[in-house]
């Protein structure tokens, strides 16, 4: 079987499992809403499709035990591990501390000795949010290294290509909070932190989505820009007299020069980054 | 100038650069010393050289005002952020609020109300820890795409292939946690958390370090063995009888199942003693 009908076949069965009634193999089982745009912008390119995605989630999660036949296992979130909330959805945000209370998830005690905590047997409770992420399979390198470019210019840094030209297209934008333990033998779940405080990571958690949201327009308007319209150029240009054409280049040199001064700003204020390249 | 060449002429501008005694462009302007070995390892590859990297580190970071020309910016680190503390080493994690607090960086107050910090105006002060990263530049796709593989086998999840075949090898071990905010009007800064909530982070951050110098050791190991090695095998098996690659095989069998033993021991033993490298 040819590359390209190898792609092509796997293409279409991903579009069929997309298009169908059936859930999906994320925990959530459908796709998440805000994705749908985006997806279907990517899919309409001959030459890319998207395998998975996530449009940005709050998760508070309980680790599972770290000591695993007498040995404590450093790092990772253990056994037996769950998820006491997750929600992809701004509206709900807010609300999520009172019902975890109203179904008893939480003890919430007036005074806790953290230092009581500082070993590395506890179960801790994490609040995380996480950012958009999309996975999109490419025919070829050249089509990757497009679209890697493209999410790059976005700020979406933490992209990368994989192997079978599947772009990964990541962002860091994340809280990730210790807020409570799981108190073993009383086998509920305590709050080491301010209920405020948990109003605090929830209003942070919404400026988080904003900004979220607000990238994958970005994304979605780049992406269309870039790649999409300029098959349709091409087509276009067929038609175009020589003088337009030209016309066509110098303003695709301005933007060109206008893409690299916004960069250069960018990259003036992503200074504050975790890490220089040279 | 053939693709080769530039990519020769890259590497040896980059050595020159590593071994020279002039800082780099990274804020801390020197190499982490936990990332040397790795760095040499694959330096020592014909097809790869480092271009950027950090060990893993705590960061104290005190956001810039998102209120700019009137208008609050959703997200991001805002102008004029500043780093209250950064620190690569192991060793002086647990010690840095004491540090912080002597030098008068931090206001710690018996009862802060949250409450009156919940709106986008605030400049919070947030407690990263970040992983290693690494960044290696690749002769070509096929190198790239090994090295890649490597990575991810070892858990480095979030790695991927960049334009001009630049690997970025990334995990998430992360914490992202706001502690305090700016008051603006005394112009100095608030922590909103119980001070012995600082303390479980401290410690949380020594098992991100600790898990993070076993994944980087990991990553050693496997590179060693599936990229350096395999070359010289290549090399050596030429001359070796079948039998003599049969005793070899069984050999590096005996060593695998060897270092399997010495990982389950050191991972027991960086529980009880804390050692930052095995």
């Known amino acids: 079987m040819s590359k390209q009908n190898a792609f092509d076949q796997k293409k279409q069965a991903i579009l069929k499992e997309i298009n169908s009634l059936q859930p999906d193999l994320s925990p959530k089982g459908t796709i998440d809403e805000l994705c749908l745009p985006i997806m279907r912008l990517i899919n309409s390119h001959i030459d890319m499709v998207t395998t998975s995605s996530c449009s940005g989630r709050l998760s508070v999660f ?120 799981v108190d073993e033998v009383k086998g509920d779940n305590v709050l080491f932190v301010d209920p405020k405080y948990i109003e605090l990571l929830d209003l942070l958690t919404l400026t988080k989505f904003e900004e979220n949201v607000k990238k994958m327009q970005d994304l979605y308007n780049k992406i269309e820009e870039e790649i999409i319209n300029e098959v349709k150029d091409i087509l276009i240009e067929r038609k175009l007299t020589k003088d337009e054409i030209r016309e066509k280049k110098i303003n695709e040199g301005l933007a060109r020069q206008r893409k690299i001064q916004e960069e250069r700003l960018n990259s003036l204020s992503s200074e504050t980054e975790k890490i220089s390249i040279k």
């Open 62 to 181: 309980a680790e599972g035990t770290k000591m695993i036949k007498g040995v404590t296992k450093v790092g990772g979130k253990g056994e037996g591990g769950r998820w006491l909330y997750v929600s992809h959805d701004y509206n709900k945000i807010s609300n999520w501390f009172l019902e975890a209370k109203k179904e008893n998830q939480f003890r919430v005690e007036s005074s806790i000795d953290i230092s009581s905590r500082l070993d590395g047997n506890n179960r801790y409770i994490l609040y995380k949010y996480e950012p958009f992420i999309l996975h999109v399979k490419c025919r070829d390198f050249a089509m990757a290294s497009k679209l890697y470019n493209v999410a790059m210019s976005c700020g979406f840094r933490e992209s990368g290509i994989g192997s079978n030209f599947l772009v990964g297209i990541r962002i860091n934008i994340k809280l990730d909070v210790p807020i409570g333990y």
